[in-house]
Each structure stands twice: as C-alpha cells, then as structure tokens.
C-alpha cells in the first residue's frame, strides 16, 4: 500500500515537472531551441555589449535584442538591435550598444531591461527571459550601499567616503522635500568618481571651452540619477536638490526656470560660496542679469558663477521675505501648467519684472524702468473689398513698400542701467520704408477700347471677304471666254 503511494505520488511530480517544462517553452517554439550565458557588460561609458549563446538546430534566421531604459518620471526609453550571426545550430549573438554618441546619450548608472528575440530557419520564434543590467564604468570596480531611498555607487577601499555622501544625500533629499511639500516616488543613485578627470568619460559631450574653464563638482544626469565628481557635502546637496526640484516643478507641459531651480539648489547647500561672491561683487557694481535672461542656464563660462550666485539671492529673497509655503506654492503652480509669470501673480502678485526691481531695491540698487512688453502683432487693418482686374489692363499697378520690423526685445533698447544684457538679442536698428496702403491703380478705360477694335477688325474682314471674291469671279469668267 505504501509502494502505491509512493508510485502515485511519483508521477505526480513527474507530471508536475514536465507541465513546468513546457511553460518554459515559449509558443511556437522547438523544445531543441534555447537560449543561455545572456549577459551584459562594459568596457567603459561609451557601450554597452550583449551578448547570449542560442541553439538552433534548424539555423538562426534573425536574432534581436530588445532593451528599455528605466526611467521612473517621464517613461523608459527603448529601443531593438540586430545581431550578427553565423551558421549552424549553436551560435553566440552579440549587440553593442553605443551609449555616448552625438545622436544618443545614456548615462553610467542606468538601469536597463532587456531580452533576446530569436526567428529559426523553420520560422519558430523563441526568446530570453527578461534581466535587469546596472550600467557601470567598466574601468573601475565598483561597491554600492544604501541608506532609505538613496544608493550610493564607489570604488576604491574607503567606505568612510560612501557613508559620508550617503548622509548628505539622504538629508539633503529628505530637507528639500519638506522644503517643496512634496515627495521623490522613487530611489535616487549617487555615481562617485574619484576626481573629474576619472569620470570625465561618462560626462554628457560639451564644448570643449566650456569643459576647460568650467570645472563641474557634480551633475543630475537622470530623474533618479546624480554624478559627484568632487564629493564634498554641498555638491552631493545642491544635485540631490534638483532631484526635488524636478518633481515639485516639472509638469506634463511646464518646467520651472532655471533660475528657480538652480537657486533652490544653492539654497540647500550649507554654504553658497563661491556663487555669494560672484554675486556680492555685481551687485556693488550695479551689473546684474535681468531675470528673464536667466529662464536657461548660462552657457558662457564667465557668466556660470554669477548665474548660480544671482539664482541663490533671488531665491533666498523671496523665502526670507514671503516664507516657505509660498515657495512650495509657487512650485505647484508652475508644475500644474502655469508659466513662471503667472505662477508669481497667482501667488506673491508680480511677475518676473517686478520681482527683479523688487530684488534690486531690497539690495540698494535703483528699480530699471521696463517698457512695455509686446505679446502678440496688432490684427490687420480692415479695408474694402477690391474690385477684380480686368486683362489686358490700360495701365499698370501701384506697388507698396515693406514696413519696418519695429518688434525687438524692449529690454534690449535700455541703456546706462547697469545691467549685463549679453543674453538678450539686440533690437532692430534697420527701419523699412512707409507702407502704403493706397489701392492699385486699374484703368477702366481699356474696356470700351476692346469693344470698337473688335467692331472694325469685323468690318475690314468682311469688306477683304467681298474683294477677293469679285476677284476669284472675273478670274474665273476669263478662264471660259478664253
């Protein structure tokens, strides 16, 4: 009786097992097909190679991988690559991504999925099981440790120096949430390198200028991924800060200015330096940015730190004056769709023009005087219908000059008012001539000339006909008598 037991249950795991295989297979596909060894790795930060063993006895028809970058704010971005393969039944595929091109940047620390698609030479379809690949420089050997939502990534033998920059991230994370009165839905990884040289590779391509007087202590290089190249507590700070500020301010539609964003990242930093002295010295000589100069962020090495040191003062201005949750408002309009103008209205009652003389003033400079601002060309003039030509005409149209474009930048045309406008586009100088709005001229005496001509050109064809047929019939009585 035991044995029976025993035999039953024996080839219900035996079924059990088998069935199990089978799920393994995917539809339509050889049971002799399979695919093993899939894997991905990096020699450095411009690619990435993947790379898996497939058999096939009937011959590989096609061979794609399939990958997704993850991206937890505003959606993964995937693509599909061809492999390169051989005959026979077993081959080993091989794709190389390019991750830091002209046409496609992927930074070191991405996290992708991907998996193989495989087509037989019968036309079976098989595939690979979905596996998840951290992006790493493969020219170091890196260590990882995590604290709440943040996971800091580092080689080398000190692991004081990965606690220390998890603490700053950590606290700067959690300080700016309450900050903005908002939440990171998601963890946030911190890629260290040891100085920027090493890491110099992995950075986005600039120009090379801007690389050779800008030195860069740290980027936010992704929705939930940071870059320290010098990894002091207020680099790890200011790029944990726009982390935060991505999510406060960034909208479907809207994104928050870079002055906002740049200056809120200062902000949380335990001290502003060097960016307070750039300020300090161009406020003492009345040669500031109008803030509406500084909606993107400064691409002139000379301008970098003041750029920062301005966003941090004007910043700083409206929380010591106004308080902090009237900061975190004006991040949740703008963040619902409005512009940054109306966002200041809806919340302090000025735009960005008065917030800047209201700035000004608060650190003992004179107010600018602003000209009005054209938002829109004025509708044309109406006029009344004018009547057809008539063809051919009796005389000849009148033509009408080009007007002048008179619509510059307002704030291009101030002058002696100490401010720094190298951001603006200068004013139209060149002025066309005046319009003329007159009619053309039609003559409509054309239209009873066409009439008379037409009346005797009948006439004289009628008078010709009469002629030549007399003649024809005296020639032709000449020919008889004849």
Known sequence: MNATRWAYAFVAVAALALGAAFALVPSGASADNGVTNVQATTRDPTS???????T????????????????????????????????????DVKFTLETRTAMRYIPVGSIFRFHWEFTDAEGQTFQSEELEYVFLDGRYRWRDKQLGQVT??????????ADRVLQAGESALEETEALLQVKVPYGVRIMVWNSESDGELAMRPRSRLFDELVRTGGQRTGADLLFVFTATSDVVRHEMAHVVTAVAGDGPVSRIPSWLD????????????PYSQAIAFRIQTDNTLRLRNMDSPANDPAQVDLF?????????????????????????HVREGSTMDKALEAVYGFDQDVLYNLWREDNGLDPIDFR??????????????????????????GSSGTAGDDEG??????????????????????????????????????GGSNTTTAILVGVIALLLGGVLGV???VVARSSRSG
Not at 152 to 161: A, I, L, P, S
Not at 262 to 273: D, F, L
Not at 417 to 433: H, L, S, W, Y
Request: net charge negative; glycine share 12%.
């Open 48 to 54: 990435v190679d993947f790379t898996a063993r497939v």
């Open 56 to 91: 096939a006895p009937a011959g590989l028809e096609g061979a794609t991988l399939v990958y997704r970058v993850l991206n937890p704010k505003e959606g993964d971005v995937g693509g599909r690559g061809e492999a390169t393969f051989g005959p026979g039944p077993e081959n």
């Open 152 to 161: 800091v990534y580092w080689y080398g033998g000190n692991e004081d120096f």
């Open 262 to 273: 740049e200056g809120t990242a200062v902000y949380m930093q335990r001290s502003p330096r």
């Open 308 to 332: 920062y040191g301005q966003s941090w003062s004007t910043v700083t201005y409206l929380l010591e004056t106004y308080g902090e949750q009237a900061f975190a408002d004006l991040y949740r």
């Open 372 to 397: 009005p601002r054209v938002d829109s060309t004025p509708p044309p003039v109406a006029e009344a219908t004018r009547p057809p030509l008539q063809l051919p005409t009796g005389g000849t149209s």
């Open 409 to 446: 930048d307002a704030d291009a045309a101030e002058t002696d008012d100490g401010e720094d406008d190298t951001a603006e586009a200068p004013a139209a100088t060149a002025t066309g001539a005046p319009e003329d709005t007159s009619e053309p001229a039609v003559t409509e005496s054309g």
């Open 471 to 473: 003649a024809a019939l």
